[in-house]
């Protein structure tokens, strides 16, 4: 409810990423969530023929919204077209805050101006590799060139680290072409990031194939060698505030802060918890991994 999740309609269209981010952290409750989402039957938004803004809110039931609307002038029936250029920060300044509801008014909003534009984005991104877009036509999947391109991955190394929820989140909704392309990328031999021994933001962004990005840390006063250092803090949130929107890009660096600084601070977590289990940390030892008792702590595989 506090995310506008009112009815099946709204339901219908929910991700793992949604699950999650309205606070469902138990993988579990999310996976079962997800598997029953699938067998909800909502028909799609009929709102390609819609004459004005409150015909568009009462088709989106999201008819509490007129008042808010009419109030910041979009008020006639030739109004639907001053929407066009309406995106999710834009619509959280006019007070529409529910997950759910900005969800529906982008999607329904991208339906009635296929052509309008994206979020700005500072930096010019080449295009994807051809080997690359090879291996998605030998997958069937060509078609999906531009999803991968919008999202950042460009090339078989940004692909190789790529889960079903990252296909899921560019717009793959066919379930049998995400499995598909689950299957083929685990055959994707990937050199892992030697980012450890980089000194300066340069280089690293260089190792990191992400060296569109140079001008865009310089200008945020990311200049020198030492500054690698000054890098220990950033998350996704400041990531996205100077400018990284591309899912691979946010990924992609945030993984190399994670290698360079692994005792970088965590998100604030309110509880305790109690460290691994003897048994537990045992069982780990005969199988050669003890050195990995941090990780498994991490993210509470406790026991």
């Not at 990005?213 to 400041?238: A, C, H, P, R, V």
Request: aromatic share 8%; with cysteine.
């Amino acid at each position: 409810e506090k995310h506008g999740y009112k009815n099946m309609h709204f339901i219908a269209s929910m991700t793992n990423e949604d699950f999650e981010a309205i606070g469902i952290d138990k993988r579990g409750l999310r996976l079962r969530l997800k598997k029953a989402v699938r067998e909800v039957h909502s028909p799609p938004m009929a709102v390609s023929t819609v004459r004005g803004i409150v015909e568009l809110l009462r088709t989106l039931e999201l008819q509490e919204y007129e008042e808010l609307f009419s109030k910041q002038g979009y008020g006639t029936e030739d109004d639907i077209e001053n929407l066009k250029d309406l995106q999710e920060k834009e619509l959280r300044e006019m007070g529409v805050h529910k997950r759910a509801h900005l969800q529906r008014l982008i999607k329904a909003f991208d339906v009635l101006f296929p052509k309008r534009a994206e979020p700005y984005d500072p930096v010019q991104h080449p295009p994807m590799e051809d080997a690359a877009v090879r291996w998605l036509e030998t997958l069937g999947c060509k078609c999906y060139v531009p999803n991968f391109e919008k999202h950042g991955y460009k090339n078989m190394h940004f692909i190789a680290s790529m889960t079903n929820e990252d296909f899921e989140a560019i717009g793959i909704d066919k379930r049998g072409l995400r499995l598909r392309l689950k299957k083929a990328v685990r055959e994707v031999h990937s050199p892992p990031m030697a980012v450890s021994t980089v000194r300066g933001i340069v280089e690293l962004l260089r190792t990191l194939e992400l060296q569109e990005y140079e001008e865009l840390f310089s200008k945020q006063g990311y200049g020198t060698e030492d500054d690698i250092e000054n890098l220990k803090d950033l998350q996704e949130k400041e990531l996205r505030e100077m400018g990284v929107h591309k899912r691979a890009h946010l990924q992609r660096l945030i993984k190399a802060f994670d290698v360079l600084f692994p005792k970088r601070a965590e998100p604030y977590d309110p509880v305790q918890h109690p460290p691994m289990e003897d048994a537990a940390v045992r069982w780990l030892e005969t199988l050669g991994c003890k050195c990995y008792v941090p990780n498994f702590e991490k993210h509470g595989y406790k026991n």
